[in-house]
Each structure stands twice: as C-alpha cells, then as structure tokens.
C-alpha cells in the first residue's frame, strides 16, 4: 500500500496549524491540537519549527495555567513582521494593490485609475510593476522583503501555470501574466480568478469565517462563480477556475446562449442600451455612468429599464437554483458593485431562485447579498499568497528557494 509523501504531510499539517492560530488565535498547543485533530507531539513539532523560524510569537498569560500543571500556559500567535506580501485585484477601469503582512492587515495601499482593458498585456503587465513597486515603497519596504504578488483579475485562469486563457482585461488568448510579472519584480507571482479571491477573503475576514462549504457568486461585467468546499477552493485540472458566465442556458439547436449574455452587467447594458437615447454616456469608456442611470431610472420606476433588471435577475436565480440543486451550500453570497444592489435586480432574482429550487432543497441555502470594496479584493489576494506560505517549507532563514514553483504547486491542489 503506498504511503503519502512525508514532506506533503509536514506541509498539510503546518498549514492547519498556521490556519488555526490565524482564525482563532492567540491560542494554546492544546487548543490547537483539539481544532486540528493532530496529536500534541505533532503540533508540539511543528509550532517549535515554527517558533524558531519566527512565524508565530508566544504569549504569555499568567492568569492562564496548563491543566494539571503550574505554570502559565503559553498561547501563540502569528508574527505579522515575519513575511510581507501584495495583492493587486484588476479591473477594466482601474488596477488596485495594497501590500499586508502576515496576518493580512494592510500596511498600504492605492488605486490607479487606468483603462487596462484597451492596453496590450505586456503594458498591463508594467503598469502593475509600477503599481506593485510604488505601494512597497509606501509601506517603507523593499521589494526583495516582497514574499509573493497575487494577481486577481475577471476570466479564465490556470493558476498553476500563471497563464489566463481568456479575460475580459485582455485582448490576447493564454496570456502567461505569471511568469512575466516574476521577471519584472523579481519575487514570486501568481494569477487567479478575482471571484476566488474574494470567496477566500469571505471566508478569511467575512461573513463566512465558520462555514467550510459555500458559494460565492459574483456579478460585474462578467459572472464569476467561487466555490468553497472542506475549506479547500474548488479548482479544475491545473488550477483552472471555473466561470460561471460561460454556462449555456440554451441548447445550440434552440439559438444558444451563455448566462454571461443574459446576466452580466455588460449584458444588461447592452439590452437597455435603446432606453438611453440623448442620455446614455458617449462611449463605453462611462461605462460605470451607464450603469448607474439605469439604476436610477429602475428605480424611479422606468418600466423597461425595470424589465431589463427583472430579467437578468431571474436568469441568474436560475442558474443559482441549479448550483444549489448540484451542491446544497448552507450559503450563497451575491457580491457585486452596481446590480447587487438594485433591488430591481435582486428582487426577481430571489423569486426566480425560490421558484426554481425543489421543494426538499427549499430551506437548505442561505442567500445574503455583499457589497464589497476594492480593499477586500486586493487583501483576498494577499491572503492567497499567505495560504500558500502557511504550507510552504520554511527555513531559519525564511521561504526556501524555489518557492514561486511550490506556490504553483500548492495553488493547483486547492
């Protein structure tokens, strides 16, 4: 019978550690031991490593004694000097970034208003380094204390090969974004979907701190769909993350059609483009403009901007009813910056999926609306590099060498 690899094993189980005392500490050996259901001498091992390389700090409380023993119990927590990291979370219209520590606090950050999505993927690419370089620096570090960059951005993603197969920020196919932003800086970089991004800081920082299993799903110009299950991301062969725009809703032989072209706000748009005559912004480059007038106008009560909003609602409470059916998540989160908070969008969209759901799955999911800011984006990417850090080999010196293939390795495992 063949054995699990040793080394694989020491990294699942000092993640679990690090994990544990990230959520729920400062905490003591013992504590950790009963919420990993790993023995005392393995979290014992693994917490002096980790005590020896600076990644946790011990506390002492003297009011707080080990039981049947006098002395104070000792509890730990992480270091957040031990490692620096940066998030940048891509939009069309902007690039933001922040630089945290290692527990995820946000030392700095900014925003750069750019229209990206009209710029070739190796300018984007130094855009971010400008980016990534500027929002060190204001956190008074160096890049080489830099351990990792995340990249989060709309589209398909193969984290493990650092490569986008196909986003909307992109005008070219297979863009390896990865490995180009690691030879610009010179630390490790790593690519994903910007819908797991946020799914993992819900799940880190949000309303979804004590749920293993759920579903996030995220409406902007495209319709991403993250999945949390045991704790893990849900990923596909090389890390690919699924989209849930691409999802037919119509076979081909009854005209086609994906969810991404009846729900998206891009979609939206496009229907209630003919309701904007001497008022809609001049080009797309208003695009947020456009949005918001016709939210205003829904909810001023304009009857066909209101059917357009009725309509995308209902399309993706189906499709949300049909995840439910396949997975029954304890919880669905709806985040997005503009439709998630139409009332003339969710409101259909809640009776659509009521109306969809099999009477036995009727009480099974809980569906909460988040509205969520650029802030949370870029620290859910941090976070995904911390993720990986938490599991990678440490040394008294710091991540070994070779980190940024171990981050890939570990990222397509997720």
């Known amino acids: 019978m ?10 699942i189980n000092r993640f679990h550690v690090m994990d544990a005392i990230r959520r ?3 905490m003591s050996r013992v504590e950790i031991s009963l919420l990993t259901e790993l023995s005392r001498t393995t979290v014992s091992a693994i917490t002096a490593t980790l005590l020896d390389d600076r990644l946790i700090i011990p506390l002492q409380v003297g009011a707080v004694r080990d039981a049947g023993r006098g002395r104070p119990r000792v509890m ?5 000097d031990a490692a620096h990291v940066v998030g940048v979370k891509l939009a069309p219209d902007q690039i933001a970034v922040a630089t945290t520590n290692f527990c995820a606090d946000i030392l700095s950050s900014l925003v750069l208003p750019i229209r990206i999505d009209r710029q070739t993927a190796s300018v984007i690419a130094d855009l971010v380094e400008d980016g990534v370089r500027r929002c060190v620096s204001d956190a008074g570090l160096a890049i080489e204390e830099i351990a990792g960059v995340c990249v989060g951005l709309p589209g398909v993603v193969e984290r493990a090969a650092g490569v986008c197969r196909q986003s909307p920020i992109f005008s070219e196919r297979d863009v390896p974004f990865g490995s180009s932003l690691s030879e610009r800086l010179g630390v490790p970089a790593s690519i994903d979907s910007d819908v797991n991004l946020v799914t993992l800081a819900e799940h880190w920082f949000g309303q979804a701190r004590d749920l293993k299993d759920f579903l996030l799903v995220n409406v902007e110009r495209s319709l991403g769909l993250g999945i949390l299950h045991n704790g893990e991301l849900f990923r596909g062969a090389n890390g690919l993350s699924p989209d849930l725009g691409d999802l037919m809703v119509r076979p081909s032989n009854y005209g086609g059609g994906r969810l991404s072209g009846l729900a998206s706000e891009t979609a939206v748009l496009s229907e209630a483009e003919a309701f904007f005559e001497g008022d809609a912004p001049d080009s797309s480059l208003k695009f947020e403009r456009a949005m918001a007038l016709l939210l205003k106008r829904a ?18 409470g189906f499709a949300i009813a049909n995840l439910i059916t396949l997975f029954a998540p304890p919880r669905v989160i709806i985040t997005g910056r503009a439709l998630a908070r139409s ?23 809980e569906v909460v609306v988040r509205e969520w ?11 995904m590099t911390l993720r990986d850090l938490y599991g990678a080999p440490w040394s008294t010196t710091g991540p070994e060498l070779g980190l940024s293939a171990r981050v890939a390795t570990l990222g397509s495992s997720q």
């Open 24 to 26: 729920f500490g400062p």
């Open 343 to 365: 009332e003339q969008f969710i409101g259909p969209l809640r009776a659509a999926l009521a109306a969809s759901l099999p009477s036995s799955l009727a009480d099974v999911s």
């Open 299 to 316: 909810a001023d009560g304009d009857s066909g901007c209101v059917r357009v909003l009725a309509g995308a609602g209902e399309a993706l």
């Open 76 to 80: 730990l927590k992480l270091n957040p």
């Open 373 to 383: 800011s650029e802030a949370t984006w870029v620290r859910g990417a941090a976070a």
């Open 2 to 11: 063949k054995t699990a690899d040793p080394e694989l094993m020491r990294a």
